[in-house]
């Protein structure tokens, strides 16, 4: 039987599987992930919380439209802020109402 993947994991760029998987190889070190791609800790951590966020997201996908998914996806890439995450969704939940 093929093993499947999980949800999560498909919501992901092909950005954010590289950088998971450097993450990976250095055993975790955000230190030696800063040192490879030569940018500071600070930004590695950064990237890291937005992975999380990107992760945290597709878990609770079930719970949540397409629209809010996509929006909450562009949040925690920056995509967007949160002043316009907030004003897009009431914008939306205002069109859902009857």
């Known amino acids: ?13 092909d950005e954010d599987l590289n950088f998971l998987r450097r993450f990976l190889l250095h ?3 955000l230190k030696a992930v ?3 791609y030569e940018v500071s800790y600070p930004t ?7 992975l ?8 609770e996908a079930a719970n949540l439209s ?9 949040l925690a890439d920056q995509a967007i802020n949160a002043e316009t995450y907030k004003t897009l969704l ?3 939940q205002h069109d859902e109402t009857p």
């Open 34 to 36: 800063a040192s490879e």
């Open 27 to 29: 055993s975790g070190s």
């Open 1 to 13: 039987m093929p093993k499947r993947w999980p949800d999560w994991l498909s919501s992901l760029s």
């Open 90 to 92: 009431e914008a939306h």
């Open 44 to 50: 590695v951590r950064l990237r890291l919380d937005r």
């Open 66 to 74: 397409p629209f809010e998914r996509t929006l909450r996806l562009l």
């Open 52 to 59: 999380i966020q990107k992760v945290h997201v597709a878990e």
